[in-house]
């Protein structure tokens, strides 16, 4: 059975998240680690996480577009973007009002930015998470 673009495009965007993830995890985990809480170290590490997720995100899709066209979203990709969007909206949400919290103590800044961070991650995560499991069970 052929999977669709967009059900490739999300097995993309899924596998891309989590090396990403992962690559900005370990040396910022090293960083916080040593004792470094101000945010100039990690800006050079953010930049290089992003392009990171650039480049897998268009060598991913390009490799997608060669194996199958992209078709246009049907009503069904629509509503399955729609429900998997709500759903992990909520990461988001917890995660931006538990760093608002942290911005009120005296903790280091850097804290509330890596979790602003992480939870940005998480719900994109879950959303394709959501989206592959609506896909497989054929919503």
């Known amino acids: 059975m052929s999977t669709s673009f967009e059900h490739k495009s999300v097995w993309i965007t899924l596998v891309s998240l989590i090396v990403v993830l992962v690559a900005y995890s370990i040396p910022a985990g090293y960083l916080l680690a040593s004792g470094i809480t101000i945010m100039a170290p990690y800006v050079g590490l953010f930049i290089a ?3 990171l ?3 897998i995100m268009i060598f991913g899709h390009i490799a ?3 194996v ?3 078709e246009e979203a049907d ?3 629509r509503l399955i973007e729609w429900r998997s969007e709500h759903y992990s909206s909520w990461v988001l949400g917890a995660g931006v009002f538990m760093a608002m919290m942290l911005l009120a103590t005296p903790i280091a800044k850097v804290w ?3 979790l602003l961070l992480v ?3 998480l ?3 879950l959303k394709a998470t959501l989206r592959l499991v609506s896909y497989r069970r054929g919503f």
């Open 49 to 51: 996480a992003v392009v």
């Open 119 to 121: 939870s940005m991650f």
């Open 75 to 77: 009503e069904r990709d």
């Open 53 to 55: 997720q650039i480049v």
């Open 64 to 66: 997608a577009a060669l």
């Open 123 to 125: 719900a994109e995560i």
């Open 112 to 114: 509330p930015t890596h």
């Open 68 to 70: 199958s066209r992209p």
